[in-house]
């Protein structure tokens, strides 16, 4: 069943030019920043405000105060918080027809040549970091000189910037104008702008901008050897370059409360502390549509937990006031019989992404590396899995058995490969395992390999509450004689397996199924089933692992550089199209349940949290729904 859910992307709006909010209104502030005000220690709203503030009306106007309190799982979920208050100089919007749009946010316009090949900008007259000092194309000028194209912090461009194997380029026009030219035309730029920022050192970074006045004092561009192995050694970090990234000490929000910031919270207590603390920007940058600042909120309060127990108990007792973030389908019936008594309502967004076993192409378990690489060994497991299953037990019934594909909805779905090797055919799966060579087997029944030990994959999740579909998964692979042994380990671990190579199998979200171009990586084997073949592609053979010249995997890479540099949009999908064919149709990613919604759960004195947003890392997860606008009832 597709739980009636609507067509929710018909078309990709490009806003090309846009105007902050007029003057005319007469501006509010928190009453938390009023006492500062009239304390002397901060100026007045209008002197902190942009000249032209942007209006957000994508809900009721609302009263500031109270405190927001979410759950989170300690310093190995930064993206969690981090979904809360990314800054993109555009970002998604998602009107009530459900189409998604492109709104600018701190910049006050924006305009692509007819060609695709060059993107003007203009910062918000007045903009300002969180500690008052002004945002300028200063900063512009020293994130694409210093740090972008500084290859001691980001040693190698995206594929993303660069598309033809050019990276983009930055000029300076005047104090808030610059521009962005590519030399090819580059029709997917906003939308992947949107989605991803402007890419590593983090993408947590505000787009094009980063605090100049504040950051210089950790470059050797600016200061001295002796400053630099002092902030080193007080960071406990190894070298400069430490400093610096999505996990620096530095440049981390979640870890600096030192670090300025254009986003409607800022960090006050970061992890690991039980409680982690985000507390008002005072400069934000948005007002709503009656002149109040923006957030409404102010303070955000992350509570540690470590079992999905302790999460759902958080629920029950009306403990969390919003959150999407670790809540779990098969416990959706637990959910909504307590609603009356947490005093909440159980919300459906909708999910664009496909819960999926994640293969590694180049483990080091070269028994398991010769069988990925045969077809009929990835289309056995993926046809001997019993999806249906999974959905009634561990989805709650809630989504539909499928492969791992674009999700109906998507300008990209393709209704014949939503059922590729999604079919429950054990009779065949077998068949397939004896065909390759993997016809004998020990006294319990499990195949044995070519070097006569029993064919074991190793699967891990990174939540306790996916125990349950994997021990799924593996009572229907017992069934073909393939040993799954399940390991719950937490998400550091879980991504540090994958960054070194040291996974065999992995069960998560494959996401960004909705508007592909906006970031094609996970398909293109970054991070996940073929991470090594990947890094060996966008270092240009410097590290990684060469893939075979005929394996298919070039043709996905072919295919997306072929989009990345064509002409018009209708060309460029067409390249899309062709990649995403030759994934499914390879498996390399077993998909099992997709088509679910993401439940979130919202007090009942939680204003302006919509219903029926999409969920995907490309819109931004919870970030879609703008939760500065979020406010509690009086």
Known sequence: MRNNRKIFIASIVALLTSCAATTALAFQESPMLAEQVKAGKLPPVEKRLPAKPRVLDLGEAGTFGGTWHRAYKGPGDRWGPTKLLEER?????????????????????????????????????????????????????????????????VPVIDTLYAPGGKPMKVDIVDARTFKVSFETPYVYFLTIMAKDSIGEPSLDR??????????????????D??????????????????????????TAWNQNPALPVITPWKIVT????????????????????????????????????????????????????MQQRFTNNGDFTFYKENEK???????????????????????????LQELYAKAEFRQALSIGVDRDTINELAQSGLGEARSASPVSGSPYYQEDLEKHWAEF????????????????????????GPDGKRVTIVVEANQDAFANTLELVRNSWKDIGIELQARIIDRTAFDANRDNNSFEMQYTS???????????????????????????????????????????????????????????????DKAVNEMIRTFVEQGYVI??????????????????????????????GEGLAFPAQFFFAK
Not at 288 to 303: M, S
């Open 591 to 620: 998909g099992l349940v997709g088509e679910t919604p993401a439940l979130v759960i919202a007090k009942n004195t939680v204003k302006n949290v919509r219903d029926g947003l999409i969920n995907d890392d490309v819109t931004r």
């Open 225 to 250: 050897k002796a400053a630099l192995d002092k902030a080193v050694s007080e960071k406990g970090v190894k070298k400069w370059q430490d400093l610096w990234g999505s996990k620096g000490p530095i």
């Open 341 to 367: 008594k947490g005093n909440y309502k159980v919300l459906k967004w909708t999910n664009s992404e496909v819960w999926s076993l994640v293969p590694n192409l180049t483990t080091k378990n070269k028994q």
């Open 89 to 153: 100089a555009v970002k998604f919007v998602m009107g009530e027809d459900g189409k998604l749009e492109l709104m600018p946010t701190f910049i006050e316009s924006y305009k692509m040549s007819p060609d695709a090949k060059e993107f003007t900008f203009t910062l918000l007259e007045g903009l300002k970091w969180s500690d008052g000092q002004p945002v300028t194309t200063e900063d512009v000028k020293f994130w694409y000189e210093d740090v972008f194209m500084n290859r001691d912090i």
């Open 206 to 223: 505000p787009t094009f901008i980063q605090p100049k006045h504040y950051l210089k004092n950790f470059h050797p561009k600016y200061v």
């Open 425 to 448: 055919d054990p009779e065949k799966a077998n068949k397939l395992l004896d065909q390759i060579g993997l016809n004998k087997k020990d006294a319990d029944g499990f195949r044995l």
């Open 510 to 572: 494959f996401d960004r199924l909705s508007i592909v171009p906006s970031d094609p990586r996970l398909i293109l084997g970054d991070d996940g089933y073929g991470q090594e073949y990947y890094k060996w592609h966008e270092t240009k053979g410097v590290s990684g692992i060469e893939p075979p010249k005929d394996h298919p995997i070039r043709k996905l890479w072919a295919a997306w550089e072929k989009a990345s540099v064509a002409g018009t949009q209708e060309e460029a």
């Open 270 to 321: 970061p992890p690991p502390a039980d409680v982690m603390v985000m507390e008002r920007n005072p400069y934000y940058y948005m007002v709503d549509k009656a002149g109040n600042q923006l957030p409404y909120i102010d303070r955000v309060e992350h509570k540690l937990f470590d079992a999905q127990e302790s999460f759902n108990l958080m629920v029950v007792q009306g403990q969390l006031d």
